[in-house]
T-cell receptor, first 115, second 111 residues
Framework: NAGVTQTPKFRILKIGQSMTLQCTQD?????MYWYRQDPGMGLKLIYY???????DKGEVPNGYNVSRSTTEDFPLRLELAAPSQTSVYFC??????????????FGPGTRLLVL | TQLLEQSPQFLSIQEGENLTVYCNSS?????LQWYRQEPGEGPVLLVT?????EVKKLKRLTFQFGDARKDSSLHITAAQPGDTGLYLC???????????FGPGTRLSVLP
């Protein structure tokens, strides 16, 4: 299993441009998440999904959109990039069995720079 | 939203030294996880603690969950350069669906 994969690894955007960050997992997990990690800060939840066709906002959803048409894929869309969206973005997944402390599996991250 | 605090924020030590890092909250956790993140990588789960007072050991790492389930510590014995990384704690709130992450402790172990 490849686990959670993310593309691209690094991207530079100009203000106002748009892009989609891709995330794919091959573990048949129900739950998927998008986090951003700013320097010196913990991970902040942007959006999450509990299954195909179901998404919900996390702590910092403004400026982002998501979709979940399949179990495997959970793309994150930035419509009008702003310098405040410069960050490292992580996708994660877990089975969603409802057990306490279920392991989240993280992708390697996408580093985004908005100039 | 439950907030997690971690201390210290940075720690630089020599190989062979012992260290302890802490994770605290004003709210009770239903479970708490410790992750290690290396540069350019995503976080990787080290341990999950669920029961108040629980102690878990993973080789040279000892994890403790406070009796009141509001705090946790990670102790590393005889640190090695391979222990270098960002240590994150994440809590699963009693009510709510999603994990909350602390800001992390950045550890550097010098040879």
């Amino acid at each position: 299993n490849a686990g959670v994969t993310q593309t691209p690894k690094f991207r530079i955007l100009k203000i106002g441009q748009s892009m989609t960050l891709q995330c794919t997992q091959d573990m048949n997990h129900n739950y998927m998440y998008w986090y951003r990690q700013d320097p010196g800060m913990g991970l902040k939840l942007i959006y999450y999904s509990v299954g195909a066709g179901i998404t919900d906002k996390g702590e910092v959803p403004n400026g982002y959109n998501v979709s979940r048409s399949t179990t495997e894929d959970f793309p994150l869309r930035l419509e009008l990039a702003a310098p405040s969206q410069t960050s490292v973005y992580f996708c994660a997944s877990n089975q969603g069995r409802g057990d306490l402390g279920e392991t989240q599996y993280f992708g390697p991250g996408t580093r985004l720079l908005v100039l | 939203t439950q907030l997690l605090e971690q201390s210290p924020q940075f720690l630089s030590i020599q190989e062979g030294e012992n260290l302890t890092v802490y994770c605290n909250s004003s709210s009770v956790f239903s479970s708490l996880q410790w992750y290690r993140q290396e540069p350019g990588e995503g976080p990787v789960l080290l341990v999950t603690v669920v029961t108040g007072g629980e102690v878990k050991k993973l080789k040279r790492l000892t994890f403790q969950f406070g009796d009141a389930r509001k705090d946790s510590s990670l102790h590393i014995t005889a640190a090695q350069p391979g222990d270098t990384g960002l240590y994150l704690c994440a809590s699963e709130p009693l009510y709510g669906q999603n994990f909350v992450f602390g800001p992390g402790t950045r550890l550097s172990v010098l040879p």
